[in-house]
């Protein structure tokens, strides 16, 4: 994938009937300058679900997480062990999301969880929070951005991939999501960027590297009276490439997909100020298989 590679967008294609054949269907291109088409109207009206557009928010954000992929990718050395890529997801059902009783993680590296034990449960318990990391909000402002991508790379891959996502992250893009330049969220708005997983999967371990799926479903948007980008929610899949390193995993690759996403319900669509309200008062999870 290239700068350039044009994606569609994934929130108005009318999953379970509800979007209309009739809407207009749009590209965006990361980065650039092109302006991130509008969100429609703010929260709002009384026992209505909020209209779908076929562009969004989070769909630049899931670009930015493939843009994290195409860098991982092109560090790699190829060297890889082509029978065991082709093996793909075990078979049979999956596991069960249940506690183990073992404690996932004994540190942390600034605020992200560290020291994953070397087996299955450390694996997962390593991606889903990695992916909880690079899906916040944090990733919007330089300094935040780096601490966290040194935090869950390997240093091979890191420095590369935060030239260019330094230039992907421009003043413009900023400005085009609604933030400030520099990444800050202007007075009376609230920045939401949040990656919620779902579950975990093992597709492949083998000694020192481990291949993991993790299902999430994201929130993402500005909530305030002014905001004409509502927050609003996406389903995706990220598929991370994990090597041990010094004592424990850190992304090698990754990349992502839609969905599975399931049919939208019928809540009604809660008001600015109570999503604000929300993000504030709920912390995230440190998350453990």
């Known amino acids: 994938m290239s700068f350039g590679d044009e994606y569609e967008g994934g929130s108005g294609r009318g999953r379970g009937g509800r979007g209309g054949t009739g809407r207009t269907r749009t590209r965006t291109r990361l980065p650039g300058n092109e302006p991130v088409d509008?969100?429609?109207d703010g929260f709002g009206g009384p026992a209505r679900r909020p209209p779908r557009t076929s562009r969004s928010l989070v769909t630049v954000v899931g670009v930015v997480v493939l843009l994290i992929a195409a860098i991982a990718f092109a560090n790699r050395s190829g060297d890889g062990d082509g029978d065991d890529a082709a093996k793909g997801p075990r078979e049979g059902a999956a596991a069960p999301t249940a506690a183990t009783g073992t404690k996932p993680v004994?540190?942390?590296?600034?605020?992200?969880?560290?020291?994953?034990?070397?087996?299955?449960?450390?694996?997962?318990?390593?991606a889903a929070n990695y992916a909880v990391a690079l899906g916040s909000a944090g990733m919007f402002q330089k300094e935040s951005r780096h601490a966290i991508v040194r935090a869950v790379h390997?240093?091979?891959a890191a420095d590369r991939l935060l030239t260019e996502l330094d230039k992907a992250y421009s003043p413009g893009f900023?400005?085009?999501?609604?933030?400030?330049e520099d990444g800050s969220t202007p007075p009376g708005l609230t920045f939401v960027s949040r990656t919620m997983p779902v579950g975990t999967?093992?597709?492949?371990m083998n000694g020192g590297t481990a291949?993991?799926?993790?299902?999430?479903?994201?929130?993402?948007?500005?909530?305030?009276?002014?905001?004409?980008?509502?927050?609003t929610q996406t389903w995706f899949t990220i598929t991370q490439e994990l090597v041990w390193v010094d004592g424990?995993?850190?992304?090698?690759?990754?990349s992502q997909k839609e969905g599975p996403?399931?049919?939208?319900?019928?809540?009604?669509?809660?008001?600015?100020?109570?999503?604000?309200?929300?993000?504030?008062?709920?912390?995230?999870?440190?998350?453990?298989?």
């Open 38 to 40: 509008d969100f429609g």
């Open 106 to 126: 004994t540190g942390k590296n600034g605020t992200i969880p560290a020291g994953f034990a070397q087996d299955e449960q450390g694996a997962q318990s390593a």
């Open 154 to 156: 390997d240093s091979a």
């Open 174 to 180: 900023l400005k085009n999501i609604g933030l400030n």
């Open 201 to 204: 999967q093992l597709a492949d």
């Open 211 to 231: 291949t993991v799926e993790v299902w999430c479903t994201g929130l993402v948007g500005m909530a305030g009276e002014t905001s004409t980008k509502p927050v």
């Open 248 to 254: 424990d995993w850190k992304i090698r690759s990754s």
């Open 261 to 289: 996403t399931p049919v939208s319900g019928d809540n009604r669509a809660s008001t600015a100020d109570e999503i604000a309200e929300a993000v504030a008062g709920y912390g995230g999870f440190t998350y453990a298989r």
